[in-house]
């Protein structure tokens, strides 16, 4: 059971270069969602979709994009990446609302910008 | 906007003793969901339980129970029998309205053998 996959785990980048998160989920749910985790500040949204093709904004959207194009996948990208975007991410999915059911999130992405 | 507030950053806890963690929230909905979720060192988050607010009954799950106080907007978690393996992060998150999880900043939670 894959469930919810995240690519890299880890990554380096510098001021400026530009990068692609990939999350996978193999259990054909609705809902996905990109999250960041900085200390002391708990999970913070980013962006979330609820549907294939549909993308929408959290509460930390500045700086990052997102797309949708298959159910499955859930890209978060970081068009030039800021020392400010150091941070752990996490992507979470669930089958509809997070009330109504599970989210199963992935093991997280540590990303430094330097 | 909602918030969710955890006061303690860190407790710890004697192994087999019982524990309680604390968050509040602050919301104006009537209708929402309250979770606790664990993060261990491996980073994976897990849902430990789960509270509607229309449900006055407080939810269990095995050694895990929540006391839940709507007029004080209150979610408090219990963890009986405390095991090394529930030495974590907690993080306390509210879902309203808006269908988006909003977590409180967390607490460290050690157990002593």
């Known amino acids: 059971n894959a469930g919810v996959t995240q690519t890299p785990k880890f990554r380096v980048l510098k001021t400026g270069q530009s990068m692609t998160l990939l999350c996978a989920q193999d259990m054909n749910h609705e809902y996905m969602y990109w999250y960041r985790q900085d200390p002391g500040m708990g999970l913070r949204l980013i962006h979330y979709?609820?549907?294939?093709?549909?993308?929408a904004k959290g509460e930390v959207p500045d700086g990052y994009n997102v797309s949708r194009l298959k159910k499955q996948n859930f890209l978060l990208g970081l068009e030039s990446a800021a020392p400010s975007q150091t941070s752990v991410y996490f992507c979470?999915?669930?089958?509809?609302?997070?009330?109504?059911?599970?989210?199963?999130f992935g093991q997280g992405t540590r990303l430094t910008v330097v | 906007a909602q918030t969710v507030t955890q006061s303690q950053p860190e407790m710890s806890v004697q192994e087999a003793e019982t524990v309680t963690l604390s968050c509040t929230y602050d919301t104006s909905e009537s209708d929402y969901y309250l979770f606790w979720y664990k993060q261990p060192p491996s980073r994976q988050m897990i849902l430990v339980i789960r509270q509607e607010a229309y449900k006055q009954q407080n939810a269990t799950e095995n050694r895990f129970s929540v006391n839940f106080q709507k007029a004080a907007k209150s979610f408090s978690l219990k963890i009986s029998d405390s095991q090394l393996g529930d030495a974590a992060m907690y993080f306390c998150a509210y879902e309203g309205g808006s269908e988006k999880l909003v977590f409180g900043k967390g607490m460290k939670l050690t157990v002593n053998p």
């Open positions: 979470a999915s669930s089958y509809s609302r997070q009330g109504n059911t599970e989210a199963f």
């Open positions: 979709s609820v549907g294939e093709g549909t993308t």
